[in-house]
Structures are given as C-alpha cells and as structure tokens.
C-alpha cells in the first residue's frame, strides 16, 4: 500500500523558514517524480514544486522560486520542501505527492503551514 | 501559463440523478487532463487522467471526455459519497495548474 506521511509543519513569523518532509513506502520511491501541492484554507490547489526520479531536474512554480527548494533522499525514501522568506500567502496545508507522468496518483494526508506574526 | 476555468462553481444534483461538470482550458492542452475528488477535510483523491482513462478503484459511474480545451467530467447516478469538490488539472505544460473547483452538493 502507497503510503506518503509529511511532518515539519507548524507556525512560523512572516520572513521565516520551515523544512517539510515527507516518508514514503509502498513503492520504489527513486523510480517516481514527486511533488508538492499546496491548498490555502477554503481555496483551490496549487502546484508548488516537483522532482525527477533521481533529483536532477526540479520545477517550481513562479511564486516560491527563488524562496523554496524541493529535495529528495532516495535512500531514505524521502521528499523535502525547504521554505525560506516565508510570506503570510504561503499559509496553507501542503501536500506530498506521488507523480505520475505530471498528475497526482496518491496523496498524504497533508502537513499545515501557517505564517503569522 | 495555461488557466483552468470550471463551471458551474456550484452544483446541486439529487441522489441518483446525472452530474455533469465542466472544465476549460485557456490553451489546448491535448488529453493531458486529469480530474480530481476532494472530500471535506481529506486529500485529494485522483479519479481521471489522459481525460478519459480512469484511476484504479474508481467507479464506472465516473467518467471523463473531451479534448484541446473543452473537457467534461460526467457522474452518472449520483451516491452520497459522490457529493465533494472536484478539480481539473492540466499536465500539458509548465507550470502544472488547477482549475477553481466545481463543487457538487445536495439538492
């Protein structure tokens, strides 16, 4: 069974930084793009970020470029969001996500993120 | 960057009757769209992809049609479990993007 659980989330000051992390089983996790997608509270989603296989291409999208970083650990079965320059419009539940040929086959749970002073 | 609009925002359907929910792209986006089911407080939960291909486990009553820019998601008897917001996505092109979201619910 699939399985992706994130951790790291929490309350953070406006300009902060917070690292996201995501365990994965139930697949062969270096044979799989990953990605991450946010949803703010009561809004839609949104692609953040996502990885080859072996985490030699990245893609972010416009908003966090510059302020986040998507990294893996296939060794660990691992994903990671690095958030830098957190902005109160960064505030929402990310998700970690398995990435097949660019849509979204499984999904965890979801970590909350919450920027305010 | 390709925006996903969908309509209506609202839907109220009766159980058992038919829904049908509708997503456009701004740009073709060829059959790489993918539908998405989201429960009130869960994760979302893939049930379309190539824009007519179901998920694993999803029910016949789902299905997804339509190609370039036009694209529909079609629930053919609505069940109680089926009431949720669903979302487009395209993986055409970078950035990889959503639509707003059509939300199904009880009438």
């Known amino acids: 069974e699939v399985q992706l659980v994130e951790s790291g989330g929490g309350l953070v000051q406006p300009g902060g930084s917070l690292r996201l992390s995501c365990a994965a089983s139930g697949f062969i996790f270096g044979t799989y793009w990953m990605t991450w997608v946010r949803q703010a509270p009561g809004k839609g989603l949104e692609w953040v970020a996502n990885i080859k296989e072996d985490g030699s291409d990245k893609y972010y999208v416009d908003s966090v470029k510059g302020r986040f970083t998507i990294s893996r650990d296939n060794a660990k079965n691992s994903l990671f969001l690095e958030m830098n320059s957190l902005r109160a419009e960064d505030t929402a539940m990310y998700y970690c996500?398995?990435?097949?040929?660019?849509?979204?086959?499984?999904w965890g749970q979801g970590s909350l993120v919450t920027v305010s002073s | 960057e390709t925006v996903m609009t969908q309509s209506p925002a609202t839907l109220s359907v009766s159980p058992g009757e038919r829904a049908t929910l509708s997503c456009r792209a701004s740009q073709s986006v060829s059959i790489n769209l993918a539908w998405y089911q989201q429960k009130p407080g869960q994760a979302p939960r893939l049930l379309i992809y190539g824009a007519s291909t179901r998920a694993t486990g999803v029910p016949a009553r789902f299905s997804g049609s339509g190609s370039g820019t036009e694209f529909t998601l079609t629930i053919s008897s609505l069940q109680s479990e089926d009431f949720a917001v669903y979302y487009c996505?395209?993986?055409?092109?970078?950035?990889?993007?959503f639509g707003p979201g059509t939300k199904v619910d009880i009438k």
């Open positions: 996500v398995r990435d097949s040929y660019r849509f979204f086959d499984y």
């Open positions: 996505q395209q993986y055409n092109s970078w950035p990889l993007t």
